[in-house]
């Protein structure tokens, strides 16, 4: 399968509801006078090569003006850097440009970062270790589920551990950037959303080995040395259980919160994640992190269901959360067309979220404000 994640993207919001012209007169709800701490908002932006510093500068300016609180832009998307590394292939040393320009223009710029995924040739040559193995013995390097770019890594693996690691010191030593923003992390999909099986002819009505990881012997022997239990060997529909279910969870979750997050508080950066509402099916327990607020992909259209569905998951979600931090409702922009935008950020405030981030800066409507 050949698709790439714009085209994956792409297709996905167009399913049902499809890119429209937003209505240029939308204003979010604002704070009470009450309100102490008033909302944040936020966009992704995913860069484009060879623009001026003039125009980026202008981007900025821009977001401001609009009510923008911070630009969320995607600096390594599982190959090549956006800014200056020993460690990866440089696109373009922007990054650090960018943080200058966000000063100017009083907004924040947190560096978003793929974490699991890893389509560097080097790695997948020289170390194949590296990656995820599905229910079939099959590596995510060799057989990606759904896209060619799902070449996932697997988060028990010491090196890696380093090598994101690594990577976040690099980002964490940035001056003056105001955060690192974790995307991807976790495992794939063992189950995608609803309205994304027609897309690749799939039907998911149970957890099915291809789709299930990390079934590498990293994995299956930490498993066994805690249970007893070989999930590939003694376990006769691994799918049942829940324990095997849970060491999954807590895989990603030992990641994050033992190495990541202290990577990035060596320099005093915030810590952020974007997250999956469905956090079963990507084996990303998001409620037990140690980060300082979440971005949870709240597309409503991706699963079949109503508007509504942002508030009730919003809801849950903030109640599940060991400690409280802010979490912004993250908003898919193609499927909110018309009055949709203004409805999902009011339903987003009034159901607890301290603010929303819209995917993407490139759906934005010219004359959006909140």
Known sequence: MSINRREFIHRAGLMSLGIAALNPLLHSCVASSADEHPPRHWVWITPEK???EEEWKK???????KGFHGAIVQIYASHKAWYSTSLLPVEEPLLEQLVKLGRQSGLEVHAWMWTMPNNNPYYIEHHPEFFAVNGLGQPSFSHPAYVDYYRFMCPNQEGVRDFICNNVKELAMIDDLDGIHFDYIRLPDVIIAEALQPVYNIVQDREYPPYDYCYCNVCRNLFKSQTGIDPLKDLQDPAASEQWRQFRYNSVTNLVNHHLIPEAKK??????????????????????WDMDAFFPMLYHNFYNVPLEWIGEHLEKQIAALKKPVPVYSGLFLPSLEGDLLRKAIDISMNSGAKGVALFSYHQLPENFRF
């Open 267 to 288: 320099t005093g950066k915030m810590a952020t994640a974007a997250v999956f509402p469905n956090w079963e099916s990507v084996r990303q327990q998001w409620s037990q």
């Open 59 to 65: 981007r900025f300016e821009t977001l401001a003006e």
């Open 50 to 52: 060879g623009l001026s």
